[in-house]
């Protein structure tokens, strides 16, 4: 360990001959490129990195400082499994978490970047622009998305020519091959693989690693892995950018991608290992509210915002965003009504924020007229709410929130309290395609008895029709003698997805199981016995779609009067014995209808709920996954 921290160290200072203080003798670059066409090009190219050069900066404390030494020495060791590496994190998060924010800085490029790096950097781009690979896009698009010399606020790096070293040898076939439509997809499907890209989930603040480290990276962020593929192929030339949501619009988290872009009209987002344009297939519950493409260079739509001298969020701190939401999904502009408060009245910008599971996230703003503002391109299928960013770095409510429904139409969401309604309840998250597919997995599944083992005699006494709702189901059997042995057999194409089985005699008991056994060859940790285990998050999982089975033999011949099941899921439904409390938001917070306790039947019965209100309903006792929901037609509708 103490070895891979002096390597690490010496890396750093290699690292740091580049972070000089730069003189006028940056601006000297421009001059140094004077005598050909090709060097006019350098030129503009040299005026582009240092016009937009003033808002880079890198992120620098002790406590960052720290936390990079303490990963690479991790990623220097030999090779563990991906356990080892998110512990190694967790520690790390913990451990630097105070000394990365004590005494932070942003050291501006324009005390660090030198003439000799710049000039490094413009050459290196240069010599691999227009090549057989990459001859279709132009000048502005090359300085966009191939120039730049840093990807996010990393301390920067000799990068190029090592990626070059690298990946260079993997595409250089394509210079020679035969004519066909982009030699750019041939270059993409070649660099894009064998990355091992596991994903570490942050507990807290995460920094940037310098470029030259990311390929040594063995699990990371999202944004790890974009930042190592946007090194990776500008390089060598292809166009690339970095593009991401703040907040999905439909669960927790932000998300970052990169995006091809072979010419000025084509993009194509992908994720390590990915087929091209792949990213968003089996995405089908996550909204996306807003995208914003990173720009080396300063947006114009952006510059009065942060010049404005009021308070900017953090998300909007950088004017290098350019807003690409309606490249992934159809949009809407919507203009609201405003609050007429001292928030509202003291800001010429307000903000849409969309709820994370527990807050409201800024991800997009719009300039007040009066007591109106609009939000232009909002993504649709999304609820948000208007708010006024303060001082101290609060958000407050400046209007009621609102839906962008799928059509594109704008609904106020304005609590009636005048009239009330009663609401059936099941879930506290968000009812997915994915547990949709659970549930109907589970359908035509069949509950036998025998009193052979090989269940030659075996008698269907319960067979699952319609399951619309995860949760447990209960079904009364046509069972009317005992039996040794209970099975589930579960229906064709289904993978035995069955979390949980209970069996009940004719008094309500379950009767002592003396064994269980069925069809084996499960996946890892999903073997048969989790039907059966009582724990409502693990399940059956075989590897073969068909002919699964789960059985038990009972102690003594058994009369099996009920069966309650309940299908794969995530436990965001109602569990009996556990504490909920159901709010509405009241126009300014989320306030208190009613606290409940879940029962057996995993349903909730609410009075006196007010019509046309945002809904929460919240677990104390356990679980994070909470979201909201507006109650229509008799059902929970998610947002």
Same mark, same amino acid.
């Given at each position: 360990?103490?070895?891979?921290?002096?390597?690490?160290?010496?890396?750093?200072?290699?690292?740091?001959?580049?972070?000089?203080?730069?003189?006028?003798?940056?601006?000297?670059?421009?001059?140094?490129?004077?005598?050909?066409?090709?060097?006019?090009?350098?030129?503009?190219?040299?005026?582009?990195?240092?016009?937009?050069?003033?808002?880079?900066?890198?992120?620098?404390?002790?406590?960052?400082?720290?936390?990079?030494?303490?990963?690479?020495?991790?990623?220097?060791?030999?090779?563990?499994?991906?356990?080892?590496?998110?512990?190694?994190?967790?520690?790390?998060?913990?451990?630097?978490?105070?000394?990365?924010?004590?005494?932070?800085?942003?050291?501006?490029?324009?005390?660090?970047?030198?003439?000799?790096?710049?000039?490094?950097?413009?050459?290196?781009?240069?010599?691999?622009?227009?090549?057989?690979?990459?001859?279709?896009?132009?000048?502005?698009?090359?300085?966009?998305?191939?120039?730049?010399?840093?990807?996010?606020?990393?301390?920067?790096?000799?990068?190029?020519?090592?990626?070059?070293?690298?990946?260079?040898?993997?595409?250089?076939?394509?210079?020679?091959?035969?004519?066909?439509?982009?030699?750019?997809?041939?270059?993409?499907?070649?660099?894009?693989?064998?990355?091992?890209?596991?994903?570490?989930?942050?507990?807290?603040?995460?920094?940037?690693?310098?470029?030259?480290?990311?390929?040594?990276?063995?699990?990371?962020?999202?944004?790890?892995?974009?930042?190592?593929?946007?090194?990776?192929?500008?390089?060598?030339?292809?166009?690339?950018?970095?593009?991401?949501?703040?907040?999905?619009?439909?669960?927790?988290?932000?998300?970052?991608?990169?995006?091809?872009?072979?010419?000025?009209?084509?993009?194509?987002?992908?994720?390590?290992?990915?087929?091209?344009?792949?990213?968003?297939?089996?995405?089908?519950?996550?909204?996306?509210?807003?995208?914003?493409?990173?720009?080396?260079?300063?947006?114009?739509?952006?510059?009065?915002?942060?010049?404005?001298?009021?308070?900017?969020?953090?998300?909007?701190?950088?004017?290098?965003?350019?807003?690409?939401?309606?490249?992934?999904?159809? &949009?809407? !502009?919507? =203009?609201? %009504?405003? @609050?007429?408060?001292?928030?509202? +009245?003291? /800001?010429?910008?307000?903000? $849409?924020? *969309?709820?994370?599971?527990?807050?409201?996230?800024?991800?997009?703003?719009?300039?007040?007229?009066?007591?109106?503002?609009?939000?232009?391109?909002?993504?649709?299928?999304?609820?948000?709410?208007?708010?006024?960013?303060?001082?101290?770095?609060?958000?407050?409510?400046?209007?009621?929130?609102?839906?962008?429904?799928?059509?594109?139409?704008?609904?106020?969401?304005?609590?009636?309290?005048?009239?009330?309604?009663?609401?059936?309840?099941?879930?506290?998250?968000?009812?997915?395609?994915?547990?949709?597919?659970?549930?109907?997995?589970?359908?035509?599944?069949?509950?036998?008895?025998?009193?052979?083992?090989?269940?030659?005699?075996?008698?269907?006494?319960?067979?699952?029709?319609?399951?619309?709702?995860?949760?447990?189901?209960?079904?009364?059997? &046509?069972? !009317?003698? =005992?039996? %040794?042995? @209970?099975?589930?057999?579960?229906? +064709?194409? /289904?993978?035995?997805?069955? $979390?949980? *089985?209970?069996?009940?005699?004719?008094?309500?008991?379950?009767?002592?199981?003396?064994?269980?056994?069925?069809?084996?060859?499960?996946?890892?940790?999903?073997?048969?016995?989790?039907?059966?285990?009582?724990?409502?998050?693990?399940?059956?999982?075989?590897?073969?779609?068909?002919?699964?089975?789960?059985?038990?033999?009972?102690?003594?011949?058994?009369?099996?009067?009920?069966?309650?099941?309940?299908?794969?899921?995530?436990?965001?439904?109602?569990?009996?014995?556990?504490?909920?409390?159901?709010?509405?938001?009241?126009?300014?917070?989320?306030?208190?209808?009613?606290?409940?306790?879940?029962?057996?039947?995993?349903?909730?019965?609410?009075?006196?709920?007010?019509?046309?209100?945002?809904?929460?309903?919240?677990?104390?006792?356990?679980?994070?996954?909470?979201?909201?929901?507006?109650?229509?037609?008799?059902?929970?509708?998610?947002?």
């Amino acid at each position: 360990m103490k070895y891979g921290l002096f390597i690490a160290a010496i890396c750093l200072l290699c690292h740091s001959c580049i972070h000089k203080q730069t003189d006028d003798s940056i601006h000297d670059v421009v001059v140094h490129y004077h005598d050909s066409v090709s060097d006019t090009y350098k030129q503009r190219a040299a005026r582009f990195l240092i016009d937009n050069m003033d808002v880079h900066y890198t992120l620098q404390s002790e406590g960052i400082d720290s936390f990079r030494l303490y990963m690479d020495s991790i990623f220097r060791l030999p090779y563990r499994d991906d356990l080892f590496y998110n512990r190694a994190y967790d520690t790390a998060v913990m451990r630097y978490a105070h000394l990365m924010e004590v005494n932070q800085m942003r050291i501006p490029d324009t005390s660090t970047v030198t003439a000799e790096y710049l000039k490094a950097n413009i050459d290196s781009a240069f010599r691999m622009w227009r090549t057989k690979w990459n001859m279709d896009y132009g000048f502005e698009h090359f300085c966009n998305y191939v120039l730049p010399y840093r990807v996010g606020h990393e301390p920067l790096s000799q990068w190029r020519e090592k990626y070059i070293a690298q990946q260079l040898p993997k595409v250089d076939k394509f210079a020679n091959s035969q004519e066909n439509y982009y030699y750019v997809y041939g270059t993409y499907s070649t660099v894009n693989r064998g990355i091992h890209a596991a994903v570490y989930y942050p507990k807290g603040f995460v920094p940037d690693f310098p470029a030259t480290q990311l390929d040594s990276v063995r699990v990371g962020t999202c944004r790890t892995f974009t930042d190592l593929n946007i090194a990776r192929f500008r390089s060598i030339g292809v166009p690339v950018a970095k593009d991401f949501v703040p907040q999905w619009g439909s669960r927790s988290m932000s998300h970052e991608w990169v995006v091809l872009l072979p010419n000025e009209e084509l993009c194509y987002p992908f994720g390590p290992n990915e087929h091209l344009s792949d990213h968003f297939f089996g995405r089908e519950d996550h909204i996306l509210p807003k995208v914003f493409r990173h720009m080396y260079a300063k947006q114009k739509a952006l510059l009065p915002l942060t010049s404005s001298g009021e308070p900017v969020p953090p998300l909007f701190e950088s004017p290098t965003l350019m807003d690409v939401t309606d490249t992934y999904t159809p &949009t809407t !502009d919507a =203009t609201v %009504r405003l @609050f007429n408060t001292p928030a509202v +009245k003291d /800001s010429k910008y307000l903000y $849409a924020a *969309v709820f994370d599971n527990r807050d409201w996230q800024i991800v997009h703003w719009g300039r007040r007229r009066g007591r109106q503002v609009t939000f232009d391109r909002l993504g649709r299928k999304v609820v948000y709410l208007p708010v006024a960013y303060t001082r101290h770095g609060e958000s407050v409510p400046a209007g009621h929130p609102f839906i962008v429904a799928e059509n594109g139409t704008v609904q106020p969401i304005i609590a009636d309290t005048a009239h009330r309604q009663s609401v059936r309840l099941t879930r506290k998250y968000r009812f997915t395609h994915w547990l949709k597919e659970l549930c109907r997995r589970t359908e035509g599944g069949r509950f036998q008895v025998a009193n052979n083992e090989d269940f030659s005699d075996s008698v269907t006494i319960a067979t699952i029709g319609s399951v619309r709702e995860s949760r447990f189901h209960t079904l009364s059997t &046509t069972c !009317d003698t =005992t039996y %040794r042995y @209970f099975r589930y057999l579960s229906p +064709k194409g /289904s993978y035995g997805n069955m $979390a949980e *089985v209970e069996m009940y005699d004719s008094l309500g008991q379950r009767p002592a199981v003396k064994r269980m056994f069925g069809e084996r060859w499960a996946t890892p940790g999903c073997n048969l016995e989790k039907v059966f285990d009582g724990d409502v998050l693990t399940c059956y999982n075989r590897q073969f779609p068909d002919d699964s089975w789960a059985a038990v033999e009972f102690e003594e011949p058994q009369h099996i009067s009920e069966v309650r099941f309940l299908p794969r899921n995530d436990d965001n439904f109602i569990r009996e014995g556990e504490q909920y409390e159901l709010y509405y938001w009241d126009g300014r917070r989320f306030a208190s209808i009613a606290r409940m306790e879940g029962n057996r039947e995993g349903v909730l019965y609410v009075d006196n709920v007010p019509t046309n209100a945002l809904l929460l309903l919240r677990n104390h006792t356990k679980g994070k996954e909470e979201r909201i929901f507006t109650y229509e037609n008799g059902e929970q509708v998610w947002w």
